[in-house]
């Protein structure tokens, strides 16, 4: 199939690039380079010895998006176009709700003016909300979103949905992930946040690389074995392949259907810190300090769904996704700036 990639320059959009390409499938990226940029993608055909087409474009803008369509024969979308950082969305709702909602119904029309009747889109396990217990299955209703990033996922999964109901031709996949980690085995693509990263690996391997001092611990006193946060971390070379999955399940399904990509198996921060370090031989100074506000103690899939359905299940394990985060990150102390 030829896939456009909305946002496919990104973390999780380069990596399941080189997964579609690898597969025999064709890839067409569409990016505004906001939280990304062109080596990325340079180095995605690098990895795989293919050529990406790509534009350099808001997914918003009609003209633009109408012009990729005209100029490919899309069999699928994939939608990973989203602004993502949870405290930023605090600051700025406006500006995510504008961003992220906009880019989908931007993308719905402007497939709908071109009969393309396939889209996958990038959802978050956040949608659960603080009223499902986990693990988390998909038949749950969504819940209550801590956050204006959540609700925008929340939002467009609604919006996909109702699209989705009204043209009975349209295959909508939902991907709901769980913590995506890790980097190519390679370690050419990675993960390469802008300015002091949210998220805990980054975090990590930040501090493993000299990038800044120490980790601090968000709260060691929640109701898990040691104290600190559960969480579901997938490896992103498997997330990648997830999507693979869900692009071959598209081409002969109709309808909105949600999928977790996680692996059902819950680690703590500390656990994390532990691995890296063993793994790597390197060490992580850490502090403990206050929760952080919003955060949920424990958040894990049922995973179950995904491998009955689209025959996926992720294979890699804590060491794996800890080893590979440490090659891209000793490889491009400074991301892709060096590259
Ligand atoms: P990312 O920021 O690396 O990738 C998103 C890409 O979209 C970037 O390349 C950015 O430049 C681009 N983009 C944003 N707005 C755009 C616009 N208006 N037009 C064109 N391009 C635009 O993030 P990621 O980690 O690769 O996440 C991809 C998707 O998955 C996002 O929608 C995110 O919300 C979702 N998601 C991510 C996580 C995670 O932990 N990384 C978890 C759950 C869901
Ligand atoms: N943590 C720390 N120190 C840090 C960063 C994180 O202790 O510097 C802890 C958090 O408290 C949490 C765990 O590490 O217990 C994971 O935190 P992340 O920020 O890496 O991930 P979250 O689960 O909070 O957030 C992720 C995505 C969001 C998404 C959310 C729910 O980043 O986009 O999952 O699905 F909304």
Known sequence: MNVLLAGGAGYIGSHTAVELLNSGHDVVIADNYSNSCPEAVRRVEELTGKTVRVYEADVRDHDAVRRIFTENKIDCVIHFAGLKAVGES????????????????????????????RIVFSSSATVYGEENEPPYTEEMPRGTCSNPYGWTKAMMEQILEDAAH???????????????IGAHA???????????????????????????????????????????????????VDLAIGHVKAVEYAENHTGAEVFNLGTGTPYSVLEIVNTFRETNQIDVPYEIGPRRAGDLPSSYADAKKAEKILGWKAERNLADMCRDTWKWQSGNPMGYREG
């Not at 990038?211 to 104290?227: A, E, S």
């Open 186 to 236: 390679s370690g050419r693509i990675g993960e390469d946040p802008q300015g002091i990263p949210n998220n805990l690996m980054p975090y990590v391997s930040q501090v493993a690389v000299g990038r800044r001092d120490h980790l601090t611990v968000f709260g060691d006193d929640y109701p898990t074995p040691d104290g600190t946060g559960l969480r579901d971390y997938i490896h992103v």
């Open 90 to 117: 605090v600051e700025k709702p406006v500006m995510y709700y504008r961003n992220n909602i906009d880019t989908t119904l931007t993308l719905l029309e402007c497939m709908a003016e071109a009969g393309v009747k």
């Open 166 to 180: 009204a043209d009975p031709a349209l295959s909508v996949i939902l991907l709901r992930y769980f913590n995506p």
